[in-house]
C-alpha cells in the first residue's frame, strides 16, 4: 500500500502576526516543519482588525442624526486599517521586490472596496450578510500579505481564499460548513496543488466560507481555528494530516488557573473529553472546531506561540488512555443564571419541553446544562447570564408558559462546575464521592445534570462557592492522584 503524502495545517492567530518579532518567530517555524512535510497554513486577521471591521460596519449603519460624525469615524477607521497593513508590509516585505508591488496593489483595492461597502450600508438597512462581508477582509488581507512575504524569501506559497472552498450554510455570523460538498471542493483544488510540486506552502484565509449562492459567511468563535479542522478534514482521506494551532498557551490545563490554586498541563487528552473541557469553560479551542477533527480521527496539537521548541504541549486523539487518571479536569463557569418552570400540570401537558426548547432556540438563545426531576413537574436549565432578561421576557409573555399555570424562577447568582473525564465510565462510586466532598466542606448542591455518556459530572452551585468548590475537588481526585504517583 503506497504510503500518504504528509500534510500539516498550522493555524497562526493574530498574536503570531502582531509585529516584526512575532512574524520573525512564525517564518521559523514554518521552516522547521517544512523538512517534515507539507505545510498549508491557516492566518486570522491581523491583531486588532476584525474589532475595526465591525466598528467601522456599525458606524457605517449609524444614526442618521449624527451621519457627519460617524462619517469622520468610518474615514478614521479605514485609514487605521490600511495603515496597520502598510506597516507590516514596509517592515516585512523588499521594498524592490514584485511581491512589495503586488501586495501594496492588493491592499489599496481592498480598502477602495470597503469604502463602498460603507457607502451600501449607510444607504440600506443593516444586514448581517454584509457584516460578515466586511469582517472577512481581515483575514483576506493578511493572509495575502504573508503569502506574498513567502514568495519574497524564495518560498513559492499560493494563497487561497477560503470562500472558494469551504462551502457553508447561510446562518451569517455563526455558518455551519457543509463538509461533504466542501471536501470535493477542498481535494479538487489543493490536493492537486500538493500533488503536482507546483508550490512549497499553500496560505489558507481563516474565518469565512461561502454559502451555495456566493455570499461570504464567517464561522463565529474560533472560526479560524475551525478552518484548519476543515481543511483537515478534506484532505485526510488522501493525505496523513496533523493539525497543529500555535495559541498563547500551552494547551487545555486540568482547572482554570484563574480559580484554582494549583493547575497542571494536559499532555494527552482525548476528543471526547476535550470537547466536554471546551464546553464547560475551556476557551483553547471550539467545541465545533474539535468535533471536526474527530470525524476524521485527526490528531490534534495545540503549541505554546511563545515557546515553540517546547516539550510541554497538548496532543488530542481519538483514543481514551487506558489506566489514565480518572478524573481529567475540573473546570467550571462562574457566571450563569438558572431557570425553573414548575408546575402540577406538566405532567398533563404533553410537548411543555419541546416547547420550551424551540422557544429558546428561535431566538438564540444557549443552554449549559438541563436537569429535569423524575416526576415531571419541573425543568431546570442554565443560560448565560446576559440572556436572562431576554429570557425571562421570553417565558412570561409565551402563551404557553404565561398562561398555563407555570412558576418561572431565574437565579442569578449561581456557578457551574464540571467534573470531567473519560475514566468515571466503567468506575462506580464517582458521583458519590463528588457530593461528598463538597458537603464535607459545606457546599450545597443546587442541581445536578450527567449525561449517558458518563464523561462530565455537572454541579450547580452558589456563585460565591464557585473557586473553593473547584479546589477542594481537585485536591480530592487530582492532586490525590499526583501524591499517589
Known sequence: MKKKQKIIIMKFGGSCLKNVESFSQTTEIVKKYMKQANIIIVTSAFKGITDQLINFYNKSCG????????YRECRYLIESIRKKHK?????????????????????????NELVQLGRVVRLLRPSLDILDLIMSYGEKLSTFIVSKYFNSIGLNSEFISSDEIILTDDNFGRALPLL??????????????IKSNKCDLVCVTGFYGSTRDKKITTLGRGGTDLTAAILAYGLEPNFDCKVIYWKDVEGFLNADPKIAQQTSLLTQISYIEAKELAFFGSKVLHPLCLDVNEKRNVPSEIHPFADPYSEKYTTITKEVQKGATLIKAITSIKRLSMVKIESGTMVSLPGTAAKLFNLLGENNINIKFISQSSSENNITFGIDLEDSMKVSCLLRNSDWFGKQWFSIKIDNDISLIAVIGAGMLHTPGIAGKVFTTLGNNGINVR?????????????????EDCVRAVNVLYDAFINKKLMQN
Do not use: M, P
Not at 442541581?447 to 456563585?463: D, F, M, P, V, Y
Open 447 to 463: 442541581a445536578i445534570a450527567q449525561g449517558s455518556s458518563e464523561l462530565n459530572i455537572t454541579i450547580i452551585i452558589k456563585r
Open 63 to 70: 444614526d442618521g442624526e449624527k451621519d457627519n460624525e460617524n
Open 87 to 111: 506597516e507590516f508590509i514596509d517592515e516585512n516585505i523588499n521594498k524592490e521586490s514584485v511581491e512589495y508591488q503586488d501586495v501594496i496593489d492588493f491592499l489599496e483595492s481592498n480598502i
Open 180 to 193: 461533504d460538498e466542501t471536501e470535493q471542493k477542498i481535494q479538487q483544488r489543493i490536493s492537486n496543488l
